[in-house]
């Protein structure tokens, strides 16, 4: 099942994404995919301050992973980079480490994704709207979703 919403302003994604930093777990995955400039680090930097992150989160581009703490440890990847190339950073111990972890761009390393995660898309409809559509994969993330009620 799908799960959609529409925001009008980032005010709104840094309360859809806090929203849904209150109900994370250790370990739990989201990726997020979208356009150049479709939101997905505005995103994550309200996932953060969810998490109580402190430090200021920016776009990892130059260093594909940045980590920070706070009440669950956050691992941010973009994984832009990574396109065509059959680099593995050590996902699975990353994934695995009890953090919460965002990856920007998971379409670029899709083979060494874990299947269950709760796939983001994130669409431009104007300036400053965006559409939201989430989509779990496993009952983890079926559970996160219908917490999240959408
Ligand atoms: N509703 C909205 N939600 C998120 N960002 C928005 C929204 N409206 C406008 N913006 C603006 O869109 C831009 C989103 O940039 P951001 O860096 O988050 O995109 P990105 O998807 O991470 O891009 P990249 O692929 O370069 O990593 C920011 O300048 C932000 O202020
Ligand atoms: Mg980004």
Redesign the pocket.
């Known amino acids: 099942m799908k799960h959609q919403i529409e ?8 309360r859809l994404a806090m929203r849904l930093s209150s109900l994370l777990q250790p370990d739990d995955l989201l990726t ?1 995919e ?12 309200g996932l953060a301050k969810g998490l109580g992150v402190k430090r200021t989160v920016n ?1 990892p ?1 130059f260093t594909i992973l940045k980590q920070y703490e706070g009440r669950l440890p956050l691992n941010h990847l ?1 994984v ?1 980079r990574l396109e065509g190339s059959e680099e593995d950073i050590g996902f699975d111990e990353l994934f695995s480490s009890g953090a919460v972890s965002v990856v ?2 998971a379409q670029f390393i899709e083979d060494y994704l874990p299947k269950e995660r709760l796939a983001i898309t ?1 669409r ?1 409809t ?5 559409i939201f559509k989430l989509t779990p994969s496993g009952e983890r993330y079926e559970t996160l979703c219908k917490e999240l009620a959408l």
Do not use: M, N, Q
């Open positions: 925001v009008a302003s980032p005010e709104e994604t840094e997020l979208g356009d150049l400039g479709a939101g997905k680090t505005a995103f994550t930097k776009s581009t973009d832009y920007e761009w994130i431009k104007s300036d400053t709207g965006r």
